[in-house]
């Protein structure tokens, strides 16, 4: 039999994976919920998703009391740890949204993270982070170079998230405006208020993720210490009113000896010459930046002068395939969407979201723990926060929490 799954949170960023997790293969039968009944009437009509549905709720208390396997939190970024845990507790397998948690209040998040690392340990339930960064086709193709040893020893990499409050495509003014509206987003700022009241702010590495992520990943490696530089507003934008920082800049130490330099900036003009999201990772025999293979062919010590060689990689050609029959079941599904026959495309973030939903529902399925896991969320989290911490203290260097990730 196949899984039933409950999708929580039918906004802006959910409803892009509704229909994708829907047809997975794997998948029998949804239920979907959102505390806004449009919102799930809505997705109830959809042609691809009304087949499947299972069931329609308002509450995450009634998906949890229902008989799902597993469930889906696409909820405002503020209330996903204890909305996971709960999930956990219920028995059922979980999906977050990222981050693990964004609150102004650094140790409360690391709080979190522990609990969350303690509900898996305890139920044997999973946690897995949909983090996008993940599944980006550089990603994937660095993930495989790094599996064969040619990068040779990881010396450099640096990693940016540059999402300026005002981005044309995604003005983070209007996200913030529509996440604080409806039913429970009009709660955030009674929600906030007491933290502000004993002087928490927020910081733009409250959501490390996209740019901390690729990198360890590739590296399979743990951040042990950082130095940190914050720059804060300097005309009283109101969006950073709650804001220490609005931009910081982190360097890592990282326990394979690589030097990891990371930002996470909200507020910095375009035509940086690169990707707003983007890595760039060097080793002492091979290298990836801008779409970009290059291998000098240095294996051994050799006297011999060793040319470096270049090669341009696609995205398409940086993917991992996914099972036919799961391309197959997504292309149905868009087909039908647009009423013409449509072929498989990698869409959302870079093409990351087919692969999220892929790996979440085949660790339910194989019930074995997911790629992104409580541990790697939780050493993200631990970046960010360590980084801020540095920032306030001017730069000092500041040890990273381990959370025991293991890599195998
Ligand atoms: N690249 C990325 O990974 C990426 C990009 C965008 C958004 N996100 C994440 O996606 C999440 C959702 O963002 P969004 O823009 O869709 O937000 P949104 O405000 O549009 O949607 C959230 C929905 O969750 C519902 N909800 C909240 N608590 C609920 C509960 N207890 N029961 C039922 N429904 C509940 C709300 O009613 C709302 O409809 C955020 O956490 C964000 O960080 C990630």
Redesign the pocket.
């Known amino acids: 039999m196949g899984i039933k799954l409950a999708l929580?949170?039918?906004?802006?960023?959910?409803?892009g994976f509704a229909p994708l997790f829907t047809s997975h293969p794997l998948v029998d039968s949804v239920i979907l919920?959102?505390?806004?009944a449009e919102?799930v009437e809505k997705h109830a009509s959809d042609p691809v998703i009304a087949p499947k549905v299972a069931g329609k709720m308002?509450?995450?208390d009634e998906v949890c009391k229902s008989d799902c396997d597993a469930v889906v939190i696409?909820?405002?970024?503020w209330?996903?740890a204890p909305?996971c845990i709960q999930v956990l507790e219920s028995g059922k397998w979980v999906y977050s949204?990222?981050?693990v948690i964004?609150l102004p209040d650094d140790n409360e998040v690391l709080d979190w993270c522990s609990k969350i690392i303690e509900t898996v340990e305890r139920t044997g339930n999973e946690y897995m982070l949909?983090?996008?960064t993940i599944y980006r086709p550089q990603t994937m193709f660095c993930r495989r170079m790094a599996q064969q040893g040619l990068f040779g020893d990881f010396v450099y990499a640096e990693s940016e998230y540059a999402h300026d409050v005002d981005r044309f495509e995604c003005s983070l003014r209007s996200?913030a405006a529509?996440?604080t509206t409806?039913?429970?987003?009009q709660m955030r700022k009674e929600l906030m208020a007491p933290y502000f009241a004993r002087g928490f702010k927020l910081h733009p590495m409250c959501?490390p993720t996209?740019s901390v992520s690729g990198v360890v990943d590739v590296m399979r490696c743990k951040p042990l210490s950082v130095s940190a530089i914050g720059y804060a507003n300097r005309n009283n934008d109101p969006f950073f009113a709650n804001y220490d920082y609005s931009n910081i800049t982190a360097l890592f130490r990282m326990d394979n000896g690589c030097a990891v330099r990371v930002s996470e900036m909200r507020e910095i003009s375009g035509n940086t010459g690169l990707d707003d999201e983007d890595f760039r990772i060097f080793g002492t025999r091979g290298s990836y930046s801008l779409n970009r293979w290059c291998d000098n062919g240095r294996t051994a010590p050799t006297p011999e002068r060793k040319e470096n060689k270049e090669t341009m990689v696609t995205a398409e050609e940086m993917r991992d395939p996914l099972p036919p029959e799961v391309t197959a079941a997504f292309s149905d599904a868009m087909s039908r969407k647009e009423g013409k026959v449509k072929d498989f495309l990698a869409t959302g973030?870079g093409g990351s979201h087919p692969y999220l939903v892929h790996e979440f529902i085949s660790s339910v399925a194989e019930r074995r723990r997911p790629r992104i896991s409580a541990w790697d969320a939780a050493m993200y989290m631990a970046m960010g926060v360590a980084a801020h911490e540095s920032a306030v203290k001017e730069g000092e260097s500041v040890k990273v929490i381990d959370f025991g990730k293991k890599w195998d």
């Open positions: 929580v949170g039918l906004g802006a960023f959910g409803s919920c959102d505390a806004e919102k308002l509450s995450l696409m909820t405002q970024p209330l996903h909305q949204a990222v981050p964004s949909g983090e996008t996200v529509q996440r409806g039913k429970i987003g959501y996209h973030h």
